[in-house]
T-cell receptor
Framework: ELKVEQNPLFLSMQEGKNYTIYCNYS?????LYWYRQDPGKSLESLFV?????AVKQEGRLMASLDTKARLSTLHITAAVHDLSATYFC???????????FGKGTKLSVKP | SAVISQKPSRDICQRGTSLTIQCQVD?????MFWYRQQPGQSLTLIAT?????????ESGFVIDKFPISRPNLTFSTLTVSNMSPEDSSIYLC?????????????FGEGSWLTVV
């Protein structure tokens, strides 16, 4: 059974600081997705990582994928309050679009 | 990208009743997926809906409780049957769509159900 583990589950940061969210998964996959969810909202796609060594950056967020280690990271640089949200990683092992999600990391950025 | 519309966006339902959620996509897609997100929890895949065949359900979900229709390549429905308060959740449909940076999986806005 595929397991997707995120840590930390809760993260309180000060503005301007850097931090990394980790996503480990238990079965071979080269398709990993990161989403953001704001309270009362649906999921917003952040990154799609489709190969070993893939790195993508958008603004203050950078995501990477190491398929050999079965690990993806979401790095936050110089956090700002607007990044406060819950971040989910999800793995597609069947390559069909059906995702297995981690439990999510609730990020709170404080001034 | 894909634009996904869900109806209803919110509803308050009586225990024991059933509700059908609709999902409309602005382009033809082979597979559509239905997820449940219970309060404060992550998303769990309910089933995969292919046009022209029966839906494939994940462990813990059964057709009698969550019947799904997929009449064409742009539309699907999920029914939550004989609802109880434990069914209070967000129900989301998703599709995979081609983008310039590769395939991305998009989600609808969700249907927020409260069962009383």
């Amino acid at each position: 059974e595929l397991k997707v583990e995120q840590n930390p589950l809760f993260l309180s940061m000060q503005e301007g600081k850097n931090y990394t969210i980790y996503c480990n998964y238990s079965t071979t996959s080269d398709r990993l997705y990161w989403y953001r969810q704001d309270p009362g909202k649906s999921l917003e796609s952040l990154f799609v990582l489709l190969s070993n060594g893939a790195v993508k950056q958008e603004g203050r967020l950078m995501a990477s994928l190491d398929t050999k280690a079965r690990l993806s990271t979401l790095h936050i640089t110089a956090a700002v309050h607007d990044l406060s949200a819950t971040y989910f990683c999800a793995v597609d092992i069947k390559r069909q679009g059906n995702l297995i999600f981690g439990k999510g990391t609730k990020l709170s950025v404080k001034p | 990208s894909a634009v996904i519309s869900q109806k209803p966006s919110r509803d308050i339902c009586q225990r024991g009743t059933s509700l059908t959620i609709q999902c409309q996509v602005d382009s033809q897609v082979t597979m559509m997926f239905w997820y449940r997100q219970q309060p404060g929890q992550s998303l769990t895949l309910i089933a995969t809906a292919n046009q022209g065949s029966e839906a494939t359900y994940e462990s813990g979900f059964v057709i009698d409780k969550f019947p799904i229709s997929r009449p064409n390549l742009t539309f699907s429905t999920l029914t939550v049957s004989n609802m109880s308060p434990e069914d209070s959740s967000i129900y989301l449909c998703s599709v995979e769509s081609d983008t310039l940076s590769g395939n991305t999986i998009y989600f609808g806005e969700g249907s927020w159900l409260t069962v009383v």
